[in-house]
């Protein structure tokens, strides 16, 4: 069972540009969540997904920020028109079941490293 | 609103030492919490899980412990090795979120 897989593992953008990130969630899991890692900071929760649903978008900053799940394929985080602020790690993870069982767990996937010029 | 704290920033040992690491949290309903590991420019490779009704878990040399009502968790590691030169993440899970500590920053000198 392949764990959680994310695409690219590094990607480059000039300010103005669009970056989408990709995330293949673990098979057979349902529900997706995005975290942010700024440079010499810590992780920030942005947004929980499953199929075709945003069930929390809260820490998603408001503006240029987008992310779905579709019912095919993998979830995508879009940042439209990036700055040079938006650089960061980006991590992606799955679960299998409903969020808040005591026994779920999150399973992370690599990380993308966007850095924009 | 969940915080979690994580003292010490930095730790440098030489190898050999036990050593502990700190988190704490402001809210006890937490489902679990977990500990994590980072190295430099890399992603997040899971230490050890503690769901809300355990108070420890043990792989290997790691063994973290967990104190709802106090807030508090500890992550022991024994007979430390450079190999385990690392950042240290904990992260409470209150509602399907990660709250996440700023980390420890783990240097183990040969």
């Known amino acids: 069972n392949a764990g959680v897989m994310q695409n690219p593992r590094h990607l480059v953008r000039r300010r103005g540009q669009e970056a989408r990130l990709r995330c293949s969630p673990m098979?057979?899991?349902?529900?997706v969540y995005w975290y942010r890692q700024l440079p010499e900071e810590g992780l920030k929760f942005m947004v929980y997904l499953q199929k075709e649903n945003i069930i929390d978008e809260s820490g998603m900053p408001k503006e240029r920020f987008s992310a779905e799940f579709p019912k095919e394929g993998p979830s995508i985080l879009r940042i439209q028109q990036v700055v040079r602020g938006d650089s960061a790690a980006y991590f992606c993870?799955?679960?299998?079941?409903?969020?808040?069982?005591?026994?779920?767990?999150?399973?992370f996937g690599p990380g993308t490293r966007l850095t924009v010029l | 609103k969940q915080e979690v704290t994580q003292i010490p920033a930095a730790l440098s040992v030489p190898e050999g030492e036990n050593l502990v690491l700190n988190c704490s949290f402001t809210?006890?309903?937490?489902?679990?919490l977990q500990w994590f590991r980072q190295d430099p420019g890399k992603g997040l490779t899971s230490l050890l899980l503690?769901?809300?009704s355990q108070r420890e878990q043990t792989s290997g040399r790691l063994n973290a412990s967990l104190d709802k009502s106090s807030g508090r968790s500890t992550l022991y590691i024994a007979a430390s090795q450079p190999g385990d030169s690392a950042t240290y993440l904990c992260a409470v899970n209150s509602n399907y979120q990660l709250i996440w500590g700023a980390g420890t920053k783990l240097i183990i000198k040969p």
């Open positions: 809210d006890s309903a937490i489902y679990n």
């Open positions: 098979k057979g899991h349902s529900h």
């Open positions: 503690i769901q809300s």
């Open positions: 993870a799955s679960s299998p079941l409903r969020a808040g069982a005591s026994t779920d767990t999150q399973y």
